[in-house]
């Protein structure tokens, strides 16, 4: 209730949480100031404000790759709506070329043709940005959660599905073995070598050494897949998938996004790839997470000169990602939110929201009331599941004078390769680790009862002393599994146990 006296606004801040010309033209400016073109940089996609006479012509009249697509959005658009693809340049021009100045109505942004497919869809990734304080500065960072999202367009024929085939032992769409295999075969080559046992790595934010070569303007090409690459991955059976429309055959002028009412959180999106052998099972904590704290501090050093120090006000922002099938990370823009619409009301995300906005209460009022607790955190931090992006008293006491320079940070390319996610996938083996592990804590519940069961003086009170605990631990084996109840296994077992105690006892005797 307290927090609600406080004020979820801060003086100057639309260069973060204004609509999307304010928020682009703010971006624009900060990198120019350093010397540098936002928009030839790899953290975003190429933007433009169409009501702004000088962007505008520099966006007819040189900027934007004549070959790619782009994506009109009005300026205030709220999930979606009124976002329509252009296919090429010369269509948008046809109908905003003249560049007259007027009220912020449209901007214009490249389209990511090659974005990551999983579970059959697209997909919008929500994180949160905080300002927690202006006295002093304290910026953090959250996970937020995953929304499907597709396209919708004109001269569509027929859906397009995944290529992966169905195995005749397997109902998942994607067989973890051939997964496995395609990984090391794009890291290493047709001959993948077999290590002697699984190493113990950590999947940690990678050196400038496992950079890619990607494309001039940072994204995948949109070819088709080739031998030993992958693009799509699929986790749901076979028999409960829709072919839903989720992408045209081909893009045309006129197609409309529409987001899905599918909702992950980081934690299940991140345990589904992995399972799946498609990332580190550490991914979304270490090399997304990583790379969006950076995101979030430039943002914050993009307004930080026009924020107002206001007592007793605080602002939180949504932002929105998506990952390509190159695993390039794209910021697509941001916006202030009120914290009650930070989560949709939905079953999967209930208990996520209720936490997000207890700790985001507990954080802002804590701060404002006690500053001095928070002296010793620093750059990438927790209080609950808070990253701390930016603390102004961890600048003072590191004695930093120096100035932010965006360009400094962003002209490298901090993405990990395609081969290196693959790579740590194929030697985290999550999905098979994740199988031995359910397994054995299966057999060390049913072990320790058997220790006592297994004196019992007859085979009916064995099997009664047994049976409940067998049933209990291999439904919860089952669920993590995700796989079917199989008929007589509980019976099975005990009489597995219970000819082996009478193959002990006669080896005994």
Known sequence: DKLKTFKNLISGSKGVGGHKGEVIMNQKRFFAKYKCNRDS???????????DPKDCNSFFNGGGVASSMWVLKPVRAVGGKGVKLYKTKEELQSIYGSCQKRAPDFIVQKFIPNRLLFANKWWDMKVFMLIANTSPHFVLYHQGYLRSAKIHSTGMVKPKVSE????????????????????????????????ASTPNVEEDFVSEADIPDTDSDGEGSNEKNKKGTLNVFNMEEADEITLE?????????????????????FEDWQDKMAKENAIGSRYADSIFDTYVKKVVNMLFHSVRDDLNRTKHAYELFQLNFAIDEKFVIHYLGSKSIDPEESFPNTEELKEKKANFLETLAGLILEHHDTPAAFLRMKYGDSYGEWRVAFSEMEEHQMGYTGTYDPCAVFRRNLMVTKGSIYKNAWLHNYAEKRHAANKREMNKYITNKWATCKHRPTKDMISSCIRNTISYRYKIYIAKEGIEYQDGYVENRIRDLIARREAENKGGG
């Open 41 to 51: 940089l790899r953290y975003t996609p190429e933007a433009y404000l169409l009501y």
């Open 245 to 265: 429309k989720w992408e045209p055959d081909e893009y045309n002028t006129g197609s409309i996004w529409e987001l899905g009412e599918t909702f992950w959180t």
């Open 164 to 195: 992966a085939v169905v195995g005749s032992d397997s109902e998942q769409l994607f067989d973890s073995n051939s997964l496995l295999a395609m990984a090391k075969n794009d890291v290493f080559g047709e001959e993948a070598p077999e290590p």
